[in-house]
Every structure is written in C-alpha cells, then in structure tokens.
C-alpha cells in the first residue's frame, strides 16, 4: 500500500523515493511486525486464552517436569505471528509483484 501511494506522489515529493527501495520496505515490515506483536501482544494472548483456558494439553507418558513447568502454557500463539505477518505484508510490499501472492498463499 505504502509502496503504490508513493508511486503515485513521487513526481510531487521526491523523497518518497525511499519506498521504491526493497532494502527499506524489508526493513519497515520488519519494524512493522514487531511493533504490532508487542503492542498487541498482550491482547491478543489474553483473547486467545479464552478460548483454551487451560493451557496446553499435557501428554502424561512425557517427562515428569512437564507437569509443573508447562503447565497453562498458552497455545495459538502462531496466529499472532501470522496477522503481524499479514499487516507488514499489505502495509509493505509490492501488491504487483505475482511471487509476493505466491509467497504469501504458501506460507
């Protein structure tokens, strides 16, 4: 998105170059998940702990430490780490280039 709107406004503010460059983009979507994991983190766990209040199921033929050490450990912390993915991926990259649908429907 970031990537389309300063191709339209390059000719105007020259600056705006800067999102043309992959290295930058790369980098931003880096900062972008980062930022929506910590920020909203928390939340998300919270919610997601809702679901499965228990925690992780323990296998009872496991180590006997699992018991005490894992016990409540929360699950479905994967889509927290797929939606920031997701974010970073339509804020941005290029929406044109068909290997970044590719990537992103195999992931």
Request: overall charge neutral.
């Amino acid at each position: 998105m970031f990537n389309f709107l300063s191709q339209e406004y390059v000719n105007t503010f020259s600056y705006l170059n800067l999102f043309n460059y992959i290295t930058f983009r790369t980098g931003a979507a880096i900062l972008t998940s980062l930022f929506f994991s910590l920020i909203f983190g928390e939340i998300i766990i919270k919610k997601l702990s809702s679901f499965q209040p228990i925690g992780q199921p323990i296998r009872s033929d496991g180590p006997a430490n699992h018991i005490i050490e894992k016990a409540g450990t929360p699950t479905m912390g994967g889509i927290m780490i797929l939606t920031s993915m997701t974010l970073s991926l339509f804020l941005w990259a290029d929406l044109a280039n068909k290997f970044i649908w590719i990537c992103f429907f195999f992931e």
